[in-house]
């Protein structure tokens, strides 16, 4: 009996403490927050500060980018047709720690006023993010970013 009590409360204290990681969303609002403040204020410096300099990008477009090339690649983007006009909001899904320093977060993404090379709307985009930070002298970061796009239904302006 007492084998099967010190087993359960172990298995308690693995779903407890499972449970809480996964829900400990409040730790990484700083992080989604410069993250989305960076975006929207179309600041490719700010937005690169985010990531480690060993950071890897995965685009929607299935494109790679590496940490120390992240503001020399979304400068144009931002400055440019495709994103200057673009507002992005995003909502944790759910995060989970591995360690005091390394967790994985998954995003809810939406995007209006990206557009299309030609100049047109992309219309509501909408997908998802998942990223794997690392924290460093008390602050995250983003390692590892793999982004896609949920399909849009047929007809709509995101095609």
Not at 44 to 53: Q, R
Not at 87 to 95: C, D, L
Not at 136 to 150: A, F, M, P, V
């Amino acid at each position: 009996m007492r084998l099967f009590v010190v087993a359960l409360l172990g298995i308690s204290s693995v779903f407890l403490h499972s449970l809480s990681a996964e829900t400990d969303d409040a730790a990484f609002q700083p992080l989604l927050k410069s993250f989305l403040d960076s975006w929207n204020k179309h600041d490719a410096h700010a937005f690169a500060e985010i990531f480690t300099a060993d950071a890897v990008i995965t685009t929607v477009g299935a494109n790679r980018v590496d940490g120390l090339g992240i503001e020399k690649r979304m400068q144009p983007s931002f400055t440019g047709p495709t994103f200057k006009d673009s507002v992005y909001s995003a909502t944790i899904k759910s995060a989970r720690r591995f360690s005091p320093d390394l967790a994985v977060i998954d995003l809810d993404w939406e995007m209006t006023g990206a557009r299309k090379r030609d100049g047109s709307s992309r219309g509501l985009r909408k997908g998802t993010l998942n990223l794997v930070v690392v924290q460093k002298d008390g602050r995250w970061k983003i390692t590892s970013y793999h982004n896609s796009e949920l399909p849009q239904p047929q007809g709509s302006a995101a095609q």
